[in-house]
């Protein structure tokens, strides 16, 4: 009886010791580098609306780096170390032209040793020119992003499904079936690479939905990427906030 009592004891203490642990995992502030700027898009407000609208459901300390022009962007990415502190890097931004390739592998490389990744919207436009490596592989941006994706249709509001077997996964569980963006530029993914699909857009007109939210593993590193995002409007709302912090647990393992 009294083993049976110390037993019980000793899995009461177990148990408790472990739900602290984890309220403790949760409650770390992570650090967050958010690198934004370019073309196309109101990246002055949508780093606070990111930045601002995350750290509302998780403790992130911030670290902005907004840059609109593209020489001056690359200049600081190529630094060492420029990194370093962040805990993951949440990628907005913009800069299509780029075509130095051992610099887009410099910034692929990060996340392959595993710092983790969020990508958005533009971010798969991104340094995306040289499509084929020598060996006939995608570059190291795809890799990195788990699709290939060039080109989006016309702005319109952009109705998202989740994926069969993805309705419960930690990202999406948040997200309403159907949700439909106020606003929206749907982008074309012509080939979808490692990642695994969790949601596709509809926005009337394309010939068939495409994917827009995913996870990819990366080498060491975990990847989020949505290709929602466009409109300032689409981004502040619940949904879509809900969605990034729920992306941000999984990079960083605390789903």
Same mark, same amino acid.
Request: hydrophobic content about 35%; aromatic content about 4%.
């Given at each position: 009886m009294k083993r049976n009592i110390l037993n019980l004891f000793t899995c009461v203490l177990s148990l408790g010791l472990c739900n602290a642990f984890l309220s403790a995992k949760e409650e770390k502030t992570l650090k967050g580098?958010?690198?934004t700027g370019g073309c196309c898009h109101d990246y002055k407000n949508q780093k606070n609306i990111i930045s601002e609208g995350v750290s509302k459901r998780l403790k992130v300390k911030w670290e902005i780096f907004f840059e609109m022009d593209e020489k001056k962007s690359k200049a600081h990415l190529s630094k060492k170390g420029w990194a370093d502190k962040a805990d993951f890097i949440v990628w907005n931004?913009?800069?299509?032209?780029?075509?130095?390739?051992k610099f887009i592998d410099s910034l692929a490389a990060i996340h392959k040793a595993g710092k983790p990744a969020i990508a958005l919207h533009c971010a @798969?436009?991104?340094y995306h020119w040289n499509v084929?490596?020598?060996d006939g592989k995608e570059n190291t941006w795809p890799q990195l992003l788990g699709v290939y994706s060039k080109g989006h249709g016309p702005k319109r509001k952009i109705t998202v499904s989740k994926a069969k077997g993805q309705?419960?996964?930690?990202i999406l569980k948040d997200l309403s079936e159907g949700w439909t963006t106020p606003e929206g530029e749907l982008y074309?993914?012509?080939r979808v690479l490692t990642a695994k699909v969790l949601a596709y857009g509809n926005n009337g007109v394309a010939k068939e939905p495409q994917a827009c939210i995913w996870t990819n593993e990366y080498g060491k590193g975990r990847v989020f990427g949505t290709t929602i995002g466009h409109h300032n409007s689409t @981004?502040?709302?619940k949904e879509y906030l809900d969605l990034i912090a729920n992306g941000v647990r999984w990079v960083n393992r605390l789903d």
């Open positions: 580098l958010i690198v931004h913009c800069f299509a032209n780029e075509r130095d390739a @798969m436009h991104s084929k490596a020598e309705e419960t996964h930690p074309n993914v012509q @981004m502040s709302t």
